[in-house]
Nanobody, 128 residues
Framework: QVQLVESGGGLVHTGGSLRLSCAAS????????MGWFRQAPGKEREFVAA????????YYTNSVKGRFTISRDNAKNTVYLQMNSLKPEDTAVYYC?????????????????????WGQGTQVTVSS
């Protein structure tokens, strides 16, 4: 079982960029599909992006397509979320999560119930 620690959140202006990192412990990181979710105050946790174990496939929710990029480095046990052209509506706590599903479809990875391990979250605030 992996453990996850996010970093890289902060305060940026509209149009700015941030890169979130999620460091995983454990030797089986490369077997997991990885996802990023976010949760704004008073709202449910929502899917942002996911990547398969071998990085062949990536998935994004529509609102971040073309602005966010998910990637992973299995040698470093780390998954990243590069966020560009940030908007105030991107403000949320961002969570990375690990799913015991190496290769799946969008509908699999967008399901919050698929994920068995979660990080503690990192705050992203975008000011207008």
């Amino acid at each position: 079982q992996v453990q996850l620690v996010e970093s890289g959140g902060g305060l940026v202006h509209t149009g700015g960029s941030l890169r979130l990192s999620c460091a995983a412990s454990g030797r089986t990181f490369s077997n997991y599909g990885m996802g990023w979710f976010r949760q704004a105050p008073g709202k449910e946790r929502e899917f942002v992006a996911a990547i398969t174990a071998n990085s062949v496939s990536t998935y994004y929710t529509n609102s971040v397509k073309g602005r966010f990029t998910i990637s992973r480095d299995n040698a470093k046990n780390t998954v990243y979320l590069q966020m560009n052209s940030l908007k105030p509506e991107d403000t949320a706590v961002y969570y990375c999560a690990a799913a015991n599903l190496a290769f799946g479809r969008y509908s699999d990875y967008a399901n919050v119930r698929l994920y068995s391990v979660w990080g503690q979250g990192t705050q992203v605030t975008v000011s207008s």
